[in-house]
């Protein structure tokens, strides 16, 4: 399986696997082709397609604490792996993190806090996390979608998105090379309406 090779401790913030739909997973977003002597499954991106391949691109210009270092752009759906820093642009604080608190003794001894407590910190930086994972998406979203109105597209997202928080390098990994080989599954894909 792949490696991806992210630079930086990812894991003293957040990263999460997310899945984008499309309104009713209609294919707005180009179709995928056979071509070349091996007959490779390739995604032909329609404009607005490529419209999104260049939002995810530019991520980190709109939102400083976000980056997605690893996407597919498919048919009627997008896979992403998105990293949320625990780094407050707003503040330029940054939050708990990191190796003191992973090791639940040491959070005791250098915080004063309980064990019972260490739970509620997780999941406050948790909860803090998916509120900027949420306004990441969001914004992708509205982009897009004002990008085909400007060019009177037909366009529409499912209302929700899906996302999973990655907690090692195996889960990494594993998501990795499942975006990787999103292409050349795509007949057998669940998001491939043709397939159901």
Known sequence: M????????YYSSGLYFVTICTEERNCFFGNIVREGEQYDAVMRLSSIGQYAVEQLQKVRDHYPYAEIPFFVVMPNHIHAIV??????????????????????HELKKETGHAPSLQGNVEMQRISHRKGKL??????IKSAISRYANAHNITFGWQARFHDRIIRNHQELNNVAAYIEQNVSRWNDDEFNMKSS
């Open 2 to 9: 792949p490696s991806v090779r992210l630079q930086g401790d």
């Open 134 to 139: 949420s306004i990441v998406i969001g914004g």
């Open 83 to 104: 990293n949320i820093n625990d780094f407050s642009a707003e503040t330029g604080h940054a939050f708990e993190t990191g190796h003191a608190f992973e090791t639940g």
